[in-house]
């Protein structure tokens, strides 16, 4: 069974930080490119940032960039995300995509299901 499962959520004061870990199983993802995406209640979800099968490209939405970091295992098939100078709007669901191509409108083959990350003012 293909799983991606996102672990690291909670909640965090204005300026704090959180690490984000998605652990991918159930077929080989080396190949693949990694991708963070968030979505807030009432709002559509989007892109965050996204890592080439090598973790040697990296990009960042304009909003988190500077703040936030992607990386990779690959030899755990795990992707990171680490959040710092968190924001009040940084506050979503954060899920980890993966897909055969390394471009921020995918296609996103595999998603996670999720995990909340609340920050207050």
């Given at each position: 069974q293909v799983q991606l499962a996102e672990s690291g959520g909670g909640f965090v004061q204005?300026?704090?930080?959180?690490?984000?870990?998605?652990?991918?199983s159930g077929r080989d993802f080396r190949s693949d490119a990694m991708?963070?995406?968030?979505?807030?209640?009432?709002?559509?979800?989007?892109?965050?940032?996204?890592?080439?099968?090598?973790?040697?490209?990296?990009?960042?939405?304009?909003s988190v960039k500077g703040r936030f970091t992607i990386s990779r295992d690959r030899s755990k098939d795990t992707v990171y995300l680490q959040m710092n100078s968190l924001k009040p709007e940084d506050t979503a669901v954060y899920y980890c995509a993966s897909g055969p191509k390394f471009n921020i409108y995918?296609?996103?083959?595999?998603?996670?299901?999720?995990?909340?990350?609340?920050?207050?003012?």
């Open positions: 204005t300026g704090g930080s959180l690490s984000l870990s998605c652990a991918a991708a963070w995406f968030r979505q807030a209640p009432g709002k559509e979800r989007e892109f965050v940032a996204a890592i080439n099968w090598s973790a040697e490209t990296t990009v960042y939405a304009d995918g296609p996103w083959n595999y998603w996670g299901q999720g995990t909340q990350v609340t920050v207050s003012s």
